[in-house]
C-alpha cells in the first residue's frame, strides 16, 4: 500500500506531505490522522500470488 499523508507542517503549507509504502494484509489496522483542513489517500494493489 502506497500512503501520502500530511507532512510536519501541513495545517500550515497544504503542499507539506509525505509518502510511505506500507505492506499490509486483511489482518492490518491503519491509522489515518489528519490536520486541520489535510487529507489522506491509499493505493493499494494485490501483490501476483498473494491470499
Do not use: C, P, R
Not at 19 to 26: H, P, R, S
Not at 29 to 41: D, E
Amino acid at each position: 500500500m502506497v500512503v501520502w499523508k500530511d507532512g510536519i507542517n501541513a495545517d500550515l503549507n497544504a503542499k507539506d506531505f509525505k509518502m510511505e509504502t506500507l505492506e499490509v494484509n486483511k489482518k492490518s489496522v491503519i491509522k489515518a490522522i489528519l490536520s486541520k483542513g489535510g487529507g489522506w489517500v491509499a493505493h493499494l494493489q494485490m501483490i501476483s500470488g498473494a491470499n
